[in-house]
């Protein structure tokens, strides 16, 4: 019913930079929180960035400095803004949201993208 699609990633060079953006379409009423989550081969899936709907974010001190996070409320979209990059941000990088389908608490879920690949590498 709600999907998250991210779109952005792929191959840069060390020091280069992304703009990742992730879209939630479907039944929706209202968005809690929206953000990034990463995996790299072999390790847990960590937390990146999170904004709230009223533009609050909060970052993984591994990147802090180097991206920024931000949302259109009216688009449902979400981005990453990523500048800097270093060989160890390769991973595969997830969209989150906490969300409302209704206007019934009950309804307040998580949701996961599928996934985009970044890849930092000379």
């Known amino acids: 019913q709600v999907q998250l699609v991210e779109s952005g990633g792929g191959l840069v060079q060390p020091g280069g930079s992304l703009r990742l953006s992730c879209a939630a379409s479907g039944s929706i009423f209202s968005i809690y929180v929206m953000g990034w989550y990463r995996q790299a081969p072999g390790k847990q899936r960590e937390l990146v960035a999170l904004i709230t709907s009223g533009g609050s974010p909060n970052y993984a001190d591994s990147v802090r400095g180097r991206i920024t996070i931000s949302r259109d409320n009216a688009k449902n979209t979400v981005y990453l803004q990523m500048n800097s990059l270093k060989p160890e941000d390769t991973a595969v990088y997830y969209c989150?949201?906490?969300?409302?389908?209704?206007?019934?608490?009950?309804?307040?879920?998580?949701?996961w993208g599928q996934g985009t690949q970044v890849t930092v590498s000379s």
């Open positions: 989150y949201a906490d969300l409302q389908t209704t206007s019934l608490r009950s309804t307040r879920n998580d949701y």
